[in-house]
């Protein structure tokens, strides 16, 4: 029944390192998003695909990138962790036609750089 | 640009009602969706009004008054299980596949 996965639930890194956050939906979705949720903030868009190797900025782009070689896989990658990217990263997927079925979310990565 | 508000916090009695709302003020409004998220746990898509009026599903209702930038959620015969963060996220016209997120309203049942 597991829908949307996210590689890891917890993860520490340095200031400067490269980390790639990993998410696979088995849905056959089309979109597939990456959020940030920190505490008074809410949900931020960091960057949305809506098919392989098409890529749109969302809210947050910078220090980010992405990137989608299957349907089913959307990576998120920072390219030199620091501490203020310190949050909880979610993965999203979705049928074209939003509407009827919503986002499906993976569960999430905790991502703390230090 | 786009303002989304919620209150931060409510609480509520097993058994009662609650009414969570949601104001937003977007550019090219499409539709709204509510989203419960179970603390640690990823957000679940709980209904979705583009058209002005009431939209029932169980113990759950959602609200929507285009004209007013309004929605709420209301909460039926409250569970100990529905303590949770409840979202409001819009969708505009251009772009309608990415949503934006409100804060979020942590509510709280107490027995």
């Known amino acids: 029944d597991v829908k949307v996965t996210q590689s890891s639930r917890y993860l520490v890194k340095r200031t400067g390192e490269k980390v790639f956050l990993e998410c696979v939906q088995d849905?056959?979705?089309?979109?597939m998003f990456w959020y940030r949720q920190d505490p008074g903030l809410g949900l931020r868009l960091i960057y949305f695909s809506y098919d392989v190797k098409m890529k749109e900025k969302g809210d947050i782009p910078e220090g980010y990138s992405v990137s989608r070689e299957k349907k089913e896989r959307f990576s998120l990658i920072l390219e030199s962790a620091s501490t203020n990217q310190t949050s909880m990263y979610l993965c999203a997927s979705s049928l074209v036609d939003v509407a009827n079925y919503g986002y499906t979310f993976g569960s999430g990565t905790r991502l703390t750089v230090v | 640009g786009q303002n989304i508000d919620q209150p931060t916090e409510m609480t509520a009695t097993e058994g009662a009602i609650v009414q969570i709302n949601c104001t937003y003020q977007?550019?090219?409004?499409?539709?709204l969706f509510w989203y419960q998220q179970h603390a640690g746990e990823a957000p679940t898509f709980l209904s979705y009004n583009v058209l002005d009026g009431l939209e029932e599903k169980g113990r759950f209702s959602s609200f929507l008054s285009r004209s007013k930038g309004y929605s709420y959620l209301l909460l039926k015969e409250l569970q100990m299980k529905d303590s949770a963060s409840y979202l409001c996220a819009v969708s505009r016209n251009t772009g309608f596949q990415k949503l934006v997120f409100g804060t979020g309203t942590r509510l709280l049942v107490s027995p």
């Open positions: 977007t550019s090219g409004f499409n539709g």
């Open positions: 849905m056959d979705h089309e979109n």
